[in-house]
């Protein structure tokens, strides 16, 4: 069964980075979509990167251009999101999901939560000013 594991949650005063991890276990698929999205109670999840996995594809959704970045570990099937120069803003529950399909071929809508098959239950990231 696939897991999704998300880790690296954390408390930072803002201007702080963080990096989270997230870790597709029993996900054996050679070429999929990994991404991270966050949410804030009474407010909808919303993308924040994607990447193709074993492909070239990667996504970033403005609110984070020049401050997040994506990495990756494909051996281990792992994904990161550095993070820096955090904002209050930033504040929420960060998830990472994963498809078997690539994000090109989510035809648009690789920051669409529901789109993924997997999913994680998130990390919590807290940024104070």
């Known amino acids: 069964q696939v897991q999704v594991v998300e880790s690296g949650g954390g408390s930072v005063q803002a201007g702080g980075s963080l990096r989270l991890s997230c870790a597709a276990t029993?996900?054996?698929?050679?070429?999929?979509?990994m991404a991270w999205f966050r949410q804030t109670p009474g407010k909808e999840r919303e993308g924040v990167a994607a990447?193709?996995?074993?492909?070239?594809?990667?996504y970033y959704a403005d609110f984070v251009k020049g401050r997040f970045t994506l990495s990756q570990d494909r051996a281990k099937r792992m994904l990161y999101l550095e993070m820096i120069n955090l904002k209050p803003e930033d504040t929420a529950m960060y998830y990472c999901?994963?498809?078997?399909?690539?994000?090109?071929?989510?035809?648009?809508?690789?920051?669409?939560?529901?789109?993924?098959?997997?999913r994680g239950q998130g990390t919590q990231v807290t940024v104070s000013s």
């Open positions: 999901a994963v498809d078997p399909r690539t994000c090109d071929q989510l035809n648009g809508d690789h920051f669409l939560a529901g789109t993924y098959r997997y």
């Open positions: 029993r996900f054996t698929y050679n070429s999929y979509c």
């Open positions: 990447r193709t996995i074993g492909g070239y594809a990667t």
